[in-house]
């Protein structure tokens, strides 16, 4: 799904408004779920900033999701879904600066700065 065209949230949205959408298909992937929504004769994956397809990692979040945007009936092509794989890697930078700053904090707290 990498070179998948995308559509963003505000088109959506308005094409859902208009009545337009006439289908949705969930499609599983390494790490999570994609949505790829059907208008007129054209197909498009809901994507991010850019223009990446967006990635639930549960399927219950995706469904939450178009839920809310009135979508109650769509296919599940879970294929080529797999659990095991991670789409976001760890940060550990981020987790020592983390632990850094509450250190910090806690120094502040306590007046021993």
């Not at 308005?14 to 059907?38: D, M, N, T, Y």
């Not at 794989?85 to 250190?103: C, L, N, V, Y």
């Amino acid at each position: 799904m990498a070179n998948t065209e995308t559509i963003d949230y505000a088109i959506l949205q308005r094409l859902i408004e208009a009545g337009a959408i006439r289908g949705a298909e969930v499609i599983g992937q390494p790490g999570g779920w994609s949505v790829i929504f059907k208008y007129g004769m054209t197909e498009r994956a809901l994507g991010v900033r850019g223009g990446k397809v967006r990635i639930f990692r549960k399927i219950e979040t995706l469904v939450a999701y178009l839920r809310e945007l009135g979508i109650v009936q769509f296919t599940v092509n879970a294929a080529n879904y797999d659990p095991t794989t991670t789409i976001r890697p760890g940060r550990p930078d981020t987790s020592e600066r983390m632990k850094r700053a509450f250190a910090v904090a806690q120094d502040i707290k306590e007046g021993n700065q």
